[in-house]
């Protein structure tokens, strides 16, 4: 099946500091989504995305399509405590979804 | 409730016992995923319902395990005879129907399920 390659798999940051993740794939997707998911629950959509080169924010939150439509960087800056959790990338392609790996993010307030 | 429940939350069960795993997805959402999340992993597909019928079960790991769907509405998943490899986090989501245009995906908060 479609793999995607997620890095870093852990991070470990100061409050306030900028975070950046990514996502690689062999294989094209028509959409790309951001999860994040906290203990004991579901992962939740932050960001999705829907055409390539496509840059969205939401808050904090800033997430690109990659051109080749094969990659995606989501970006988190001023680190707040509450960001802590793992961040999961996924792809769609027409009924079914991808997911990396994720990154555990820790925050040091 | 407005969002996809899932029964029960923890399972704990011995090796070589059947169980059964729940997902009541949100009203009106004809598409039903279920995953697996093992420990520290992403989400591993297993199979996708739409409407009552499974067009896409090839995520099942083996034929100890099943699943269906009744009245387009609740899903169970059975595993057989499970073994200590099949513990793990058994995610449900559960979406208006998945063609080329993506609909957002809505997940439950999982079962946790422990083989001893």
């Known amino acids: 099946g479609q793999q995607l390659n997620q890095s870093p798999q852990s991070m470990f940051i100061q409050e306030g500091e900028d975070v950046s993740m990514n996502c690689t794939s062999s294989?094209?997707?028509?959409?790309w989504l951001w999860y994040k998911q906290d203990p004991g629950e579901g992962p939740v959509l932050l960001i999705a995305?829907?055409?390539?080169?496509e840059l969205t924010s939401n808050g904090r939150l800033t997430a690109q399509f990659g051109i080749t439509r094969k990659d995606s960087f989501l970006n988190i800056s001023a680190s707040i405590p509450s960001d802590v959790g793992i961040y999961f990338c996924?792809?769609?392609?027409?009924?079914?979804?991808?997911f990396g790996s994720g990154t555990k993010l820790n925050v040091k307030p | 409730g407005a969002g996809v429940s899932q029964s029960p939350s923890n399972k704990v069960t011995e090796k070589g016992k059947d169980v059964e795993l729940r997902c009541d997805p949100i009203?009106?959402?004809?598409?039903l995923y279920w995953y697996r999340q093992s420990l520290g992993q992403g989400l591993e597909f297993l199979i996708y319902?739409?409407?009552?019928?499974?067009?896409?079960k090839s995520g099942l790991p083996s034929d100890r395990f099943s699943a269906e769907r009744t009245g387009g509405s609740v899903s169970t998943l059975t595993i057989q005879r499970t073994q200590q490899e099949d513990s793990a986090v058994y995610l449900c989501?559960?979406?208006?129907?998945?063609?080329?245009?993506?609909?957002?995906?809505?997940f439950g908060p999982g079962t946790r399920l422990t083989v001893l």
């Open positions: 989501a559960s979406s208006l129907a998945q063609r080329e245009t993506y609909n957002e995906q809505f």
């Open positions: 009203s009106g959402h004809t598409a």
């Open positions: 319902f739409q409407g009552n019928s499974a067009p896409d």
């Open positions: 995305l829907y055409k390539a080169g």
């Open positions: 996924a792809g769609h392609n027409f009924n079914k979804f991808y």
């Open positions: 294989s094209i997707f028509n959409t």
